[in-house]
């Protein structure tokens, strides 16, 4: 089997409302456009994902990958990935990482294909289903945050994310009051999302404690190494980080060498795609450390998440992003969450979910070849 074409349809994502989760993280209200990735064989098989979010539009690294790294895999046997990957990695610099990472879900989705596997299994299935975390949008109120948590809570979900984008101060008032409204036993974590400094995140991480939250997250900048080394050995609250920046696997080496953080945490757009992630899964593994896998930016990115995380044993939640509006769009049906808050696997080969091919000619934009 060889691949004989590569091709990324453009496709509209309108009417997106703004949101933000943090003073670092905004998505502006308007359109964005998504990209079918797409690689052919000669055995009629199709490897297939997404590139882009609501928030960032593939445009541009739908280009980069039709010209730098489609030349390094067309006649090439789309099953030697570990190959592909790396030859691919090698210009990530010019290509990116979210568009490295496009590639490498359409080939595991394509291995699954041939194999008739869904690639969860196709990597070694550890279970079929985990529970989830509904992860939260910045409120403007307390009430906010308490009416979407106990919202979920009443749908089974046992866990619930703030990202709170106000003064550490408001931060500390929000997380006690939806601590009090959800109980004792619901799980709570707070997601910080780079904007402390270190005597800020060790007044919240102290109170968080006491609160008994789950974690912390990602309290300081995404290369702040050693404060991170100080904080971990002031706090109990176990702390998370290397959401960011957009790298690979090998910048995962200096926070496990300095013990710096608590859990890692990745995904397929981040960090390079699925090989990537395992590679980092088992790393963790290794040092007894959970891998927290972090929200896709897309509906198909969030199902190759979903996949890795039923083929590791070292991840305890799923993370469900929230508003729905912004984070889910092109198929024809998507991850949700049943009554008891788990989410489960899909069971097709491949990815495994369908993908709305009437919806993508509707708003198609462009097909790159």
């Known amino acids: ?89 090698g210009r990530n610099r010019a290509a990116s990482v979210r568009a490295v990472g496009a590639m490498d879900v359409a080939l595991w989705d394509l291995a699954g294909k041939a194999a008739g596997m869904p690639v969860h299994q196709l990597i070694g299935t550890f279970r079929r289903s985990l529970p989830a975390y509904a992860s939260s949008p910045a409120h403007s109120s307390v009430e906010g945050y308490c009416e979407e948590a106990l919202f979920f809570q009443s749908r089974g979900v046992s866990a619930y994310k703030i990202h709170a984008p106000h003064p550490w101060a408001q931060d500390i008032a929000t997380c006690t009051v939806v601590r009090r409204a959800v109980g004792d036993a619901h799980v709570l974590m707070l997601d910080a999302s780079w904007s402390y400094d270190y005597p800020v995140a060790l007044r919240v991480g102290r109170v968080l404690e006491e609160l008994r939250f789950h974690w912390l997250e990602d309290p300081l900048g995404e290369w702040s190494i050693p404060n991170y080394v100080k904080l971990r050995q002031k706090l109990d609250i176990p702390l998370m980080a290397t959401e960011l920046p957009f790298a690979g696997f090998d910048t995962y080496a200096p926070w496990i060498m300095a013990q710096a953080t608590d859990f890692l945490r990745g995904d397929v757009a981040f960090k390079g795609g699925i090989t990537t992630m395992l590679k980092t899964a088992h790393l963790a593994e290794a040092f007894g450390m959970n891998y927290e896998i972090h929200h896709g930016s897309n509906s198909l990115n969030n199902v190759a998440n979903l996949h890795v995380a039923m083929a590791i044993r070292n991840c305890e939640f799923f993370e469900v992003l929230l508003p729905d509006t912004n984070n889910k769009y092109g198929l024809e049906r998507d991850i949700e969450i049943d009554a008891g808050g788990l989410v489960h696997a899909p069971e097709e080969p491949g990815l495994g979910m369908p993908i709305d091919h009437a919806l993508i000619r509707r708003k198609q934009v462009a097909v790159l070849r």
Do not use: C
């Not at 994502?13 to 990735?37: E, M």
């Not at 052919?40 to 980069?64: E, V």
């Open 1 to 89: 089997m060889r691949i004989t074409d590569v091709s990324v349809t453009l496709f509209s994502w309108d009417d997106i409302p703004a949101v933000i989760y943090s003073p670092n993280v905004h998505g502006a209200a308007g359109s964005s456009q998504l990209g079918l990735v797409e690689i052919h064989t000669d055995a009629g098989i199709t490897g297939q994902s997404f590139l882009g979010a609501s928030y960032a539009s593939a445009t541009i690294d739908a280009q980069r990958l039709i010209t730098v790294l489609k030349p390094l895999v067309m006649g090439e046997n789309p099953l030697d990935r570990e190959l592909l990957y790396r030859r691919m990695w």
